[in-house]
Nanobody, 122 residues
Framework: QVQLVESGGGLVQAGGSLRLSCAAS????????MAWFRQASGKEREFVAV????????EYADAVKGRFTISRDNAKNTVWLQMNSLTPEDTAVYYC???????????????WGQGTQVTVSL
């Protein structure tokens, strides 16, 4: 069983930064890819970023490339999403997820956190 708990969301002005954290429990964390997705009000949940178990492989959605950075520390069972140059279009609930394969598809992930709200104001 895997449990994921996100934190770090909040209200920030456009151009600002936030750092989201996801604390994971479960023996397979260190060998599992970890991903972030987001869901804006009235929209489908969409892929944001994913990191492989060794941190050597990452992938980002085009909308966040160059602004967001995903990282992890297997010793701390934690994955982070550093978000810079935020815009109102980044407003969403952000979810942490883990699964068995490195993927950018929502359906490939088995475990999800409860989400953390990020709101970017003008």
């Amino acid at each position: 069983q895997v449990q994921l708990v996100e934190s770090g969301g909040g209200l920030v002005q456009a151009g600002g930064s936030l750092r989201l954290s996801c604390a994971a429990s479960g023996r397979t964390f260190s060998i599992s890819p970890m991903a972030w997705f987001r869901q804006a009000s009235g929209k489908e949940r969409e892929f944001v970023a994913v990191i492989g178990w060794s941190s050597s492989r990452t992938e980002y959605a085009d909308a966040v490339k160059g602004r967001f950075t995903i990282s992890r520390d297997n010793a701390k069972n934690t994955v982070w999403l550093q978000m810079n140059s935020l815009t109102p279009e980044d407003t969403a609930v952000y979810y942490c997820a883990t699964g068995r394969i490195f993927a950018n598809e929502r359906g490939k992930y088995d475990y999800w956190g409860q989400g953390t709200q990020v709101t970017v104001s003008l």
